[in-house]
């Protein structure tokens, strides 16, 4: 008999190997689709966060509210004297008509830190906001804290380095 043959003839033998083997990959696939569905729901809560923290900002400023706008801030650790600058930035962009205002996840670039400065709180997100502008003026607010309730970031000046 060919060794073909054999295995065939044989093949009750090997039964509950593969049926166990086929049971390990349902289970192994059932995991692995789980943590992929619960991996893209969490991330479509976080973009949903994202979302909001965009609209309310775009409301903000088409009202000319700066106390809504700045309720959209993370003002932690952020002195009186920046935080005044960072108003006069947002009358000046009330002058300006918005042409969009999107949100994504944050990329790399936008998690790049420079040595003199620090986030108050951890990037997560990005709002992108284009100007109706003829230079094209546009700005990329980074967004952090919880998924559900994001806020803006504001960058704080980093500590010396020890010596």
């Not at 042409?99 to 790049?112: G, N, R, W, Y």
């Not at 919880?146 to 806020?151: C, L, M, R, V």
Request: net charge neutral; glycine share 6%; proline share 8%.
């Amino acid at each position: 008999m060919s060794p073909f043959a054999s295995v065939l003839v044989n093949a009750h033998l090997f039964m509950p190997f593969f049926a166990f083997t086929t049971r390990l990959r349902l289970w192994a696939l059932s995991g692995f689709l789980a943590c992929l569905l619960a991996v893209m729901g969490v991330n479509a809560w976080r973009l949903a966060g994202l979302q909001a923290l965009a609209r309310d900002w775009q409301q903000a400023h088409a009202r000319k509210d700066l106390p809504a706008l700045e309720s959209l801030y993370c003002w932690e650790g952020v002195d009186p004297s920046l935080r005044a600058k960072m108003q006069e930035v947002f009358r000046q962009e009330f002058e300006i008509p918005v042409q969009s205002v999107t949100a994504e996840p944050a990329s790399k670039i936008d998690l790049f830190q420079a040595e003199t400065q620090r986030p108050n709180l951890e990037p997560t997100g990005v709002v992108v906001v284009q100007f109706q502008s003829s230079d094209g003026l546009g700005a990329r607010l980074i967004a952090g804290g919880s998924w559900s309730h994001p806020k803006f970031i504001v960058y704080l000046p980093a500590p010396p380095p020890l010596k």
